[in-house]
C-alpha cells in the first residue's frame, strides 16, 4: 500500500501554486464537503477517522470541533498553529512550503464543518518567506472563489490571515498562541475556560495544527475507514516524521502512525553515521522523555508512546549517537528552557533556570555529588505545577535523563572535576 | 517627541488592523512592519506605534521585549544567526558559531564595527534537517562546515 498521503506530489514543480494544484485534483474535498455534505456529517467523519492532533497533545481533531458551541452570538475562529517551536520539528514547513494549497483546503472545510468565518495561520516569526508563499497561495484561492464571499455559491464566508509571530516558544502553547495573537505577550491563560468557548478575542476558537489540517481532505475524499486503515486503530492515518541528529539521511519521512521507531531510525533514515552506534533517541520533540537504545521497538502512535512513558509530541525523532555525552544533550534542554519559559508561574521561571544553573556548573567541573538527586527533586516540583505544559515539556526530559543515565553523568562529572 | 509615519506606511499599519476586530491584534504585523523600515524599534517609534493603535505605551514595550525577534538596537546589515540547539549541535553546529567568532573578530551579540554583520546564538530554527543551519536576515542556509560558511559569507557584500 502505498504510505504517502500528505507528502506524496511534493516533488512536483510550482506545486504550490494553484494551477498545479488544481491539475492534480485539489479543491475536489472542498467542493465535495461543502456541497454534499452538512457540516456536522464533516464533524463526524473527522471523528470517526480518529484524527488526533499532530501538534503535541495528540487530542482528537473532530471531538475539538465538537466542544464549539453551534449556537452563539459571537463570532467563532478557527488558530491555526503553525509556531512550530518545538526544538527538532520541522514537518509543518515542508508542508507549507511545498503545498500550501493543502492546508487552505484543510482550514476550509474545518471552518464550514464548525461555522467559522475568520480564519489565522499563526506563522513562527523566522518562517518569513514561507509566509509570503502561503499569501501568495491565498491571494490564488481568493481569486479561484475558494475564499471570501459566497465560497462555491452555498453561501458560506471565509476570510483568511497569516499572522506572523515573533520568536517565541510560548506562542505555540495554544492559549499563549492567543494571547500572542491579540498584541500581546504570549503568556498562556489559566484554563478553563477553554478555547472552545472563550477563545480568541474572547469567542469560541478552534485551534489546530497545520499538519492535523492537511489529513482533512483526504478524510472527506476516501473516508474515515480508509484513514484509519493507514494508521493504527484509535489513532489514524499517516505521520510526517521529522528525523534528525546522527543518521545518515535526516529528513522528512511519511509513514503509517504506528511504525515502530527502531524501522523509522534504522531503515527510513538510513541508521546511524558510519562508525556510530545508537545511544538513545527522543521521540516527538525536545520536550518528550528520551529513549535509551534499547527502547527503539515502540510502535510511534499517541497511545503506545505514552505507555511506554514518553509521548509521540509532534513526531520529531532526535537521535543521539554514543559519540555525545548524555550532558551535553542536558545542557542543551537545560539551557533552551530556562530561556523559553514566560516567567508567569514561579516553578517553572525559577525551577528552570535553577536546573540551567545546576546543569551549567556539573559541565564546568564544579558538580556537587547530590546534583543529578537536585535535578529529579527540582524538575519533579515543576511538573503539574505550572499553568500551562510548558512546566511539564521542561521537567519530563529533564526527569527522564537524571533517571536513565544517572551512572554516566555522576562519571562524566568526576572526569570534568 | 513622537516620530510620525509615512503616508505609506500609514496606509500599510489601516490594512493590516482590518483583518482584526481589535486594533491592538495588529500589534505583532505592525511592529514587523516597522522594523522592516527602521532597523530597530526605538522609543520613539514605540510611542509611534501607540499611538496609531490606541495603546498606552507600555503595552508596546512589553511586547518589543518579550519577542526575541524584535530589537531595540540596531543590527548589521546582515544578521547571522546560527542555530545552537540540539540537532544542530549533534551536526557539530558549534564550530560554526566559534568560526564566525573568530572571522568576525566580535562575541556573540555584538556587531561588527563596520555595522556589516550581527552575530546571534539562536533556538531552533526548525530546519533540523539541514543541521547545523543558521538564517541571514530571513534567508535559511543548511549543512553547513565552515568551507561552506566561507561561501555565503563571500556572496554577503
Not at chain 1, 469567542?203 to 493504527?232: D, H, K, M, Q, Y
Not at chain 1, 533556570?353 to 538527586?373: F, L, N, Q, Y
Request: aromatic fraction near 8%.
Amino acid at each position: 500500500m502505498e504510505t504517502k498521503v500528505l507528502t506524496k506530489d511534493f516533488g512536483l514543480d510550482h506545486l504550490y501554486r494553484i494551477g498545479v494544484y488544481l491539475e492534480q485534483g485539489g479543491y475536489r474535498a472542498v467542493k465535495k464537503a461543502l456541497t454534499e455534505w452538512k457540516p456536522e456529517q464533516v464533524i463526524d467523519e473527522v471523528k470517526k477517522a480518529s484524527l488526533r492532533g499532530r501538534g503535541g497533545a495528540g487530542f482528537p481533531a473532530g471531538l475539538k470541533w465538537s466542544f464549539v458551541p453551534q449556537k452563539t452570538d459571537k463570532p467563532k475562529y478557527l488558530c491555526v498553529n503553525a509556531d512550530e517551536g518545538e526544538p527538532g520539528t520541522f514537518k509543518d514547513r515542508s508542508i507549507m512550503a511545498h503545498d500550501p494549497h493543502l492546508l487552505i483546503e484543510g482550514i476550509i472545510i474545518a471552518a464550514y464543518a464548525v461555522g467559522i468565518h475568520t480564519a489565522y495561520i499563526y506563522i513562527r516569526g523566522e518562517y518569513e518567506l514561507i509566509a509570503r508563499r502561503l499569501e501568495g497561495a491565498i491571494g490564488e484561492a481568493y481569486a479561484k472563489g475558494y475564499l471570501g464571499k459566497n465560497i462555491l455559491g452555498i453561501g458560506f464566508d471565509l476570510e483568511l490571515y497569516v499572522h506572523r509571530g515573533a520568536g517565541a516558544y510560548i506562542c505555540g502553547e495554544e492559549t499563549g498562541l492567543l494571547e500572542s495573537l491579540e498584541g500581546k505577550r504570549g503568556n498562556p491563560r489559566l484554563k478553563p475556560p477553554f478555547p472552545a468557548s472563550v477563545g480568541l478575542f474572547q469567542s469560541p476558537t478552534v485551534i489546530n495544527n497545520v499538519e492535523t489540517l492537511a489529513n482533512v481532505p483526504f478524510i472527506i475524499l476516501n473516508g474515515a475507514g480508509w484513514f484509519l486503515e493507514r494508521g493504527s486503530p484509535k489513532d489514524g492515518g499517516t505521520r510526517i516524521f521529522g528525523v534528525s541528529g546522527a543518521v545518515n539521511k535526516p529528513g522528512i519521512y511519511e509513514l503509517p502512525v504506528g511504525t515502530s521507531l527502531r524501522e523509522i531510525i534504522f531503515t527510513h533514515a538510513g541508521g546511524l553515521k558510519p562508525g556510530r552506534a545508537l545511544k538513545a533517541v527522543i521521540p516527538g520533540g525536545m520536550s518528550c522523555p528520551i529513549f535509551k537504545a534499547d527502547e527503539v521497538d515502540v510502535k510511534m502512535d499517541c497511545d503506545c508512546v505514552a505507555a511506554a512513558g514518553s509521548m509521540l509530541g509532534s513526531g520529531a525523532v532526535i537521535v543521539i549517537d554514543d559519540r555525545t555525552p548524555i550532558l551535553d544533550v542536558l545542557s542543551k534542554v537545560a539551557k533552551f528552557y530556562a530561556h523559553e519559559s514566560c516567567g508567569q508561574c514561579t516553578p517553572c521561571r525559577l525551577g528552570t533556570s535553577w536546573i540551567h544553573k545546576i546543569v551549567k556548573r556539573m559541565a564546568a567541573g564544579k558538580g556537587r555529588a547530590d546534583d543529578v538527586e537536585t535535578l529529579v527533586r527540582l524538575s519533579t516540583n515543576i511538573k503539574g505545577r505550572t499553568l500551562c505544559p510548558l512546566g511539564d515539556a521542561a521537567a519530563l526530559p529533564v526527569l527522564a535523563i537524571a533517571r536513565k543515565f544517572k551512572a554516566e553523568l555522576e562519571n562524566t562529572m568526576k572526569g570534568n572535576a | 517627541m513622537s516620530r510620525e509615519f509615512t503616508a505609506d506606511l500609514k496606509k500599510r499599519i489601516e490594512e493590516i488592523t482590518a483583518r482584526y476586530p481589535s486594533r491592538q491584534a495588529a500589534l505583532l504585523p505592525v511592529l514587523h512592519l516597522v522594523q522592516g523600515e527602521t532597523g530597530f524599534l526605538s522609543a520613539e517609534e514605540e510611542r509611534a506605534v501607540a499611538s496609531i493603535l490606541g495603546l498606552p505605551p507600555i503595552k508596546v514595550r512589553e511586547v518589543v521585549t518579550f519577542y526575541t525577534m524584535f530589537t531595540r538596537k540596531p543590527l548589521g546589515r546582515f544578521h547571522l544567526q546560527v542555530c545552537s540547539n540540539l540537532s544542530c549541535s549533534l551536526a557539530a553546529g558549534e564550530r560554526i558559531l566559534r568560526h564566525l567568532q573568530a572571522k568576525l573578530g566580535i562575541g556573540v551579540g555584538e556587531t561588527t564595527p563596520d555595522g556589516k554583520y550581527t552575530l546571534t546564538e539562536v533556538e531552533c530554527l526548525g530546519a533540523c534537517e539541514q543541521a547545523p543551519c543558521m538564517m541571514v536576515n530571513f534567508d535559511y542556509h543548511g549543512n553547513l562546515d565552515p568551507e561552506k560558511v566561507e561561501r555565503i559569507m563571500e556572496e554577503l557584500k
